[in-house]
C-alpha cells in the first residue's frame, strides 16, 4: 500500500498540477479536527494522499460500502449520520488523540461557493476543545468528479491547489445555552472558512488582462462574456479586440502612464479598459455626469494628455461643448476612428497575440476613480489590479454565483460599484454580463432583465426603487441576487420588492477607496437593518467620536484598500496605514455593520452631534415619502441649522407636524430643521447618490441675510 501510495501522489502532483500550501506547518501532536471545504467526489481521495497517516475521515456508513476500495488509502471511522449517538463516537475519537478528518458542511457543494456549516461540527468542537484547521481546496469544483457541472465548464484534469491554514479552538461559553453556543461556533467557523478561502485565492503581482486569458482558458474561449444592446462578445472575441485596439493605440499614447476613459456602459467600454490594462496603462474613469468644470480639474489632477471617447455617445448625450472645451487641454480619441484605422496586418497580428495568448506589457497596474465629495476639486483614487482582484475574491468568498448566472449592470463604470461588482467581477469570474448604458430608464430596464433571463441585479436604492414601481410583477422572475449599495435601502423600497416580486434584497457598504466593498449581506449570512458582515480579509477598528455615544468612526485595513489619492495641486498621497471611511458606524456582537451617518453628515447645534440621516429618516417616517434631503448650514448663534429638503408638494402639516412626530419618537428637539424646502426633485449623482453638495449650494443661498 505505500508503493501505491507513492505512486499515486506522483500521478496526481502530474494530472492536476496539485500544489500543496501549508503542510509543513502541520501539527497534529495535540487534539485536532481538520476542517476541509467539499466541492467534488475527488477530496477525501486527495487529503489521504498528502495529510499525514495518522489523521482519520469521518465516513458515512453507507458511502464506507460503496467506495471500499479507494477508502484503502487512509484511516477512516464509519459513522450513521441517522444515529444521534454518532456525535459522540466522533467526540470520543478527538479526546483520545486522533485527528479527524471533518467536512463542515456535511456535503458536496452544488452553488460552486461554501454551503452552510452544520452544528455538529460545532457541538464536536466545543466538547472537545480541539484545535480546528481549516483547509481549503480549489479547484476539484470543476472537475468531472463536482456536482456542479452545469454551472461550470468542467474537465478531467485541472489545476489542483491546497491550501492549508492556521489553527485556532472555540472556547466553550457555559453562561449560554448548549443550542446558541453550537450556533456561535458555527458561525465562527463559516467566517475562518470564508477567511481562509479568500487567502488561498489572493496572489501577488496581478494583472487584469491576465486575468481575462486566464478566465477565458477556463471556461472555455466560446463562451459569451458580455453584451449591450448591440452585440454580443465571446471571451476570444474580447482578447482579440483588446489586442486590436492596442495595436492601433500604442503609438498615440507613448510616455503616458494614464489615459482617460469618457464612455458609457457598454462593449467598446469593456474593450478600451481591457487594451489599455493590454498596454500597461491606468485607465482614468471620467465621470460623464459631473458636469465640464469637474471633467477639467479630473484630467489635470490625473495628469492626462488623452480621452478616449466615442462620437455616437458625445452625439446623444449631447456633450459636445463639454468635449469641446476638454479638447482645449487633452487630446480627443474617438473610438470610431481607431476602428476605421484597423487594416488587415493589424487583424493578423492581433489574431497571432490571441492564439499564442500573449499577456500584457509591463507598467501602471492601476486604475484611476474620481470621489464626488465636498472638495472643491475632485480626488483621484488610485486602486492597483491587486486591490480589484481581491475585491473580487472577497465577494466570490460570501457569495454562491457562477457561470451559470447572468449579471444586469446599469451602473455606470465611473462609480467603483458599476466597475468593480459591476463589470470587472462577472467577466473575471466567468458570469456574463449584459451592459446597460443608464441606470434611469425605469420602465426598460426591467423589460431587458425579463429579455435576457438576469439572475443578478445591482443598483441603489433610488434606482431599484425606480425600477420596482414600473415593471411587472413577472419581471423579476429570473433573479437569484438584488444587491444594493452606495446608499442606505429605503424600507419602502424593500418591502415593494419582497411584496411584488417576492425577492429579499441584499444591502452591502462600501466606499471607492476599498475598490469598494467593505460589507454585504449574503445568503448565508442575513440581519434586517444592518449592512452586512465586514469582508474575509479586511480588518476593521471604531475610533471614538465627540458627541456621539453608540458606535465609532469605522477605520478598515485590508488587501482592497487604495494605494493613495492623487490631489489636485499635490500629486499622490499615500494611504495611511488605517483608512478612515469617514462613516460613524455600529457593529454587533455578530459582526453585522449598521452605518449610522456619515461623520460629514452630522450637523452641531448647541453642542450636540445630530445625525442628518435620522433627520431624514424621521421626515420620511413623518409626511410618508421617500423624496426628503437634510443638509447643514453654518449659523452664527447655534453654530449650525437645519435645512431640509422634500419632494413636492410642501408636506401640509410642515415642521409642526414633524416636531410632533420626532417628540413622539422620544428624541431631542434639536433635530426639527430650521426650515422645510419643496423641490420638483432631489438632484442627483451619476451613481444615484443624492447630490448634497448642490443642495448645499442652495441651502446656503436660502439662509443668507434678508432671504
Same mark, same amino acid.
Given at each position: ?35 476541509? +471545504? ?44 441517522? +444515529?444521534?449517538? $454518532? ?18 458542511? /456535511? ?17 464536536? @468542537? ?21 456536482? &456542479? ?50 487567502? $488561498? ?18 471556461? =472555455?474561449? $466560446? ?36 489615459? /482617460? ?32 468644470? +469637474? ?7 490625473? =495628469? ?9 455617445? &458625445? ?11 476638454? @479638447? ?65 475574491h472577497q465577494a466570490k468568498a460570501v457569495f454562491d454565483f457562477t457561470s451559470a448566472d447572468k449579471l444586469f449592470n446599469a451602473l455606470p463604470m465611473f462609480h467603483s460599484f458599476g466597475l468593480t461588482a459591476g463589470t470587472l467581477l462577472p467577466i473575471l469570474t466567468g458570469v456574463p454580463v449584459v451592459l446597460y448604458p443608464s441606470p434611469l430608464h425605469y420602465r426598460v430596464i426591467p423589460e431587458v432583465v425579463y429579455d435576457r433571463n438576469a439572475t443578478i441585479l445591482f443598483g441603489t436604492s433610488t434606482f431599484l426603487a425606480g425600477y420596482g ?33 417576492? &425577492? ?10 476599498? $475598490? ?8 448565508? @449570512? ?25 458606535? =465609532? ?53 448647541? =453642542? ?17 415619502? @421617500? ?81
Amino acid at each position: 500500500m505505500p508503493a501505491l501510495i507513492s505512486i499515486l501522489k506522483v500521478l496526481f502532483r502530474w494530472l492536476f498540477q496539485l500544489r500543496l500550501k501549508g503542510l509543513d506547518k502541520l501539527d497534529l501532536s495535540d487534539k485536532t479536527i481538520l476542517m476541509p +471545504n467539499h466541492v467534488s467526489l475527488m477530496d477525501a481521495v486527495l487529503l489521504a494522499l498528502y495529510l499525514p497517516r495518522e489523521a482519520t475521515f469521518v465516513v458515512n456508513t453507507g458511502i464506507a460500502k460503496r467506495f471500499a476500495l479507494p477508502l484503502k488509502l487512509c484511516r477512516y471511522i464509519t459513522v450513521d449520520p441517522l +444515529n444521534p449517538y $454518532s456525535v459522540r463516537t466522533m467526540v470520543r475519537t478527538v479526546q483520545s488523540g486522533v485527528p479527524l478528518v471533518l467536512f463542515p458542511e /456535511g456535503r458536496i457543494t452544488t452553488t460552486g461557493g461554501l454551503m452552510k456549516i452544520y452544528t455538529g461540527i460545532a457541538y464536536i @468542537a466545543l466538547r472537545t476543545e480541539a484545535r480546528l484547521i481549516p483547509i481549503t481546496i480549489n479547484g476539484a469544483e470543476r472537475s468531472k468528479f463536482s456536482y &456542479i457541472g452545469n454551472k461550470v465548464n468542467t474537465v478531467w484534469f485541472p489545476k489542483i491547489h491546497i491550501h492549508i491554514g492556521e489553527a485556532f479552538r472555540i472556547t466553550p461559553q457555559p453562561e449560554l445555552s448548549m443550542k446558541r453556543q453550537k450556533e456561535l461556533a458555527a458561525d465562527r467557523i463559516l467566517q475562518v472558512m470564508q477567511e481562509q478561502l479568500l487567502h $488561498s485565492r489572493l496572489k501577488p503581482d496581478v494583472n487584469l488582462f491576465d486575468e481575462l486569458l486566464l478566465q477565458a482558458s477556463m471556461h =472555455g474561449r $466560446s463562451r459569451i462574456i458580455c453584451e449591450d444592446l448591440t452585440q454580443k462578445f465571446t471571451y476570444r472575441k474580447l482578447i482579440l479586440a483588446s489586442h486590436l485596439f492596442a495595436r492601433k493605440l500604442r503609438p498615440q499614447l507613448k510616455k503616458q502612464d494614464a489615459v /482617460g476613459l469618457l464612455l458609457p456602459n457598454s462593449i467598446g467600454h469593456v474593450i478600451a479598459l481591457f487594451a489599455l490594462f493590454r498596454m500597461g496603462k491606468a485607465p482614468a474613469m471620467l465621470n460623464f455626469s459631473a458636469g465640464q468644470q +469637474n471633467l477639467l480639474d479630473a484630467c489635470e489632477t490625473a =495628469g492626462l494628455r488623452t480621452v478616449l471617447t466615442s462620437r455616437e455617445f &458625445i452625439e446623444k448625450a449631447k456633450l459636445q461643448t463639454v468635449i469641446a472645451a476638454l @479638447a482645449m487641454q487633452v487630446r480627443i480619441v474617438y473610438l470610431e476612428e481607431v476602428k476605421d484605422a484597423v487594416q488587415r496586418t493589424d487583424q493578423l497580428a492581433a489574431l497571432w497575440e490571441t492564439l499564442k495568448r500573449t499577456p500584457a506589457d509591463r507598467g501602471a497596474r492601476d486604475v484611476l476613480l474620481f470621489t464626488s465629495g465636498s472638495e472643491s476639486k475632485p480626488k483621484g483614487v488610485v486602486l492597483g489590479h491587486e486591490q480589484l482582484y481581491a475585491n473580487i475574491h472577497q465577494a466570490k468568498a460570501v457569495f454562491d454565483f457562477t457561470s451559470a448566472d447572468k449579471l444586469f449592470n446599469a451602473l455606470p463604470m465611473f462609480h467603483s460599484f458599476g466597475l468593480t461588482a459591476g463589470t470587472l467581477l462577472p467577466i473575471l469570474t466567468g458570469v456574463p454580463v449584459v451592459l446597460y448604458p443608464s441606470p434611469l430608464h425605469y420602465r426598460v430596464i426591467p423589460e431587458v432583465v425579463y429579455d435576457r433571463n438576469a439572475t443578478i441585479l445591482f443598483g441603489t436604492s433610488t434606482f431599484l426603487a425606480g425600477y420596482g414601481r414600473a415593471a411587472h410583477p413577472y419581471d423579476f422572475h429570473s433573479l437569484r441576487y438584488v444587491v444594493t449599495g452606495a446608499e442606505k435601502l429605503k424600507e419602502e423600497v424593500a418591502e415593494l420588492w419582497s411584496r411584488k416580486f417576492g &425577492i429579499r434584497i441584499l444591502e452591502g457598504y462600501g466606499t471607492t477607496e476599498a $475598490s469598494p466593498i467593505i460589507s454585504i449581506n449574503s445568503p448565508l @449570512a442575513y440581519q434586517k437593518g444592518t449592512v452586512g458582515r465586514i469582508l474575509p480579509g479586511i480588518a476593521c477598528r471604531l475610533a471614538k467620536v465627540d458627541g456621539i455615544r453608540d458606535g =465609532g468612526s469605522l477605520h478598515i485595513q485590508g488587501p482592497n484598500v487604495m494605494k493613495g489619492y492623487l490631489i489636485h495641486g499635490r500629486g499622490f498621497v499615500p494611504c495611511p496605514e488605517w483608512y478612515d471611511c469617514g462613516d460613524v458606524v455600529d457593529i454587533d456582537e455578530q459582526g453585522f455593520l449598521t452605518i449610522k451617518s456619515r461623520l460629514k453628515r452630522f450637523a452641531k447645534i448647541g =453642542g450636540e452631534m445630530i445625525s442628518l440621516q435620522l433627520v431624514e429618516e424621521m421626515a420620511a417616517e413623518c409626511f410618508g415619502r @421617500a423624496g426628503v434631503a437634510a443638509i447643514s448650514v453654518a449659523d452664527g448663534r447655534k453654530g449650525e441649522r437645519i435645512v431640509l429638503y422634500v419632494t413636492a408638494p410642501a408636506p401640509a402639516g410642515g415642521l409642526q407636524e414633524l416636531k410632533s412626530h420626532v417628540s413622539g419618537k422620544g428624541y431631542s428637539p434639536l433635530m426639527v430643521p430650521s426650515r422645510i424646502e419643496a423641490v420638483e426633485k432631489l438632484p442627483l449623482l451619476g451613481s444615484g447618490k443624492t447630490d448634497y453638495v448642490a443642495l448645499k449650494q442652495q441651502a446656503e443661498a436660502l439662509v443668507q441675510p434678508g432671504v
